[in-house]
């Protein structure tokens, strides 16, 4: 049973997972079950069912004084159309349109809740429940080798977040995420590819006060009132090693991510005690079952 610790993006069966809620990729464990991190990918099968699982240790939100290790198990599906695909980058994506440069796309990803009993500066606060952000992404593709071995990536990124306790649903404003993602394929001459990001983080104020906002009935000695305000939430700084194993049946994630929150606009909050934070993951994936009908370009 899952217990209200945080960090982890569970996505519906399928294994996308992360550090913090408002950066999907920041940790880069999307890797295990994401076809651009994939190496060979031109070979994957239109669908694929199996096990997937990660263990990570990570603040419990943006600029927390505390971090915690968390795991989990759950079985993965991932769907490869031309146009839907789920598994990839996000729960599901639906594809609007893609030429040599551009490509449009609408993804939705989410993320587990934190328990402020175990969060020292939040304790006594209601908890963080699951989060999910659903919006448009735009990407530009500023590179491709000629070999295909590498690229370089600007990925602009806006999601509407929720968050819900499964009995209620509540909306908790916006995200905007630009990013630069490089990739490199066959890393010493081996089925090793490598994954890098960097990207700042932009949150309106009603996501801001969700992390960092003290109502006056939360205040005590060393927490007073705060108000929160939108805007700059930091900039986060990623890698990640995907290999692929077992004749590309199994694929292992080691990664990790280092945020800078120096100049965010909430660094006043009681509630925003670090101003660099570190997180480290490792995950896989093993197919079980997958069609012999290949996904386009395969």
């Keep these: 049973m899952l217990t209200r610790k945080k960090r982890l993006l569970a996505t519906s069966g399928l294994m996308l997972i992360f ?163 490089y990739e490199y394929d066959n890393l010493f001459g081996r089925e090793i590819r490598f994954v890098g990001t960097v990207g700042p983080v932009w949150g309106t104020e009603k996501l801001t006060d969700y992390f960092y906002q003290v109502d006056d009935k939360y205040v005590r000695p060393g927490r007073e009132a705060y108000d929160a305000n939108g805007g700059y939430m930091g900039t986060d700084v990623g890698f990640g090693l995907v290999f692929t194993l077992m004749e590309k049946r199994a694929r292992l994630f080691l990664g990790g991510r280092v945020s800078f929150h120096q100049g965010a606009e909430n660094e006043d909050s009681p509630l925003f005690i670090d101003e660099t934070t570190y997180a480290v993951g490792m995950g896989f994936a093993y197919r079980l079952f997958a069609s012999d009908k290949k996904a386009s370009g395969g």
């Design 19 to 181: 550090s913090t809620p408002a950066s999907a990729e920041s940790l880069e464990v999307e890797c295990v079950t994401s076809r651009p991190c994939q190496t060979e990918s031109t070979q994957q099968p239109l669908w694929e069912i199996g096990l997937a699982g990660a263990i990570i240790y990570g603040p419990d939100y943006p600029a927390a004084g505390q971090s915690h290790t968390n795991q989990i198990v759950l079985p993965y599906l991932i769907y490869r159309g031309d146009v839907i695909r789920a598994g990839e980058d996000g729960l599901i994506k639906a594809q609007a349109f893609e030429d040599e440069r551009w490509e449009l796309d609408l993804s939705l990803d989410g993320s587990f809740n934190a328990d402020s009993d175990d969060n020292d500066a939040r304790e006594g606060m209601q908890d963080l429940d699951y989060l999910f952000g659903i919006g448009p992404e735009l990407k530009y593709k500023i590179y491709r080798a000629d070999d295909e071995q590498s690229k370089l990536d600007l990925k602009l990124q806006a999601r509407a977040v929720f968050s819900t306790d499964f009995s209620n649903l509540n909306q908790r404003g916006y995200a905007f995420e630009p990013q630069l993602r």
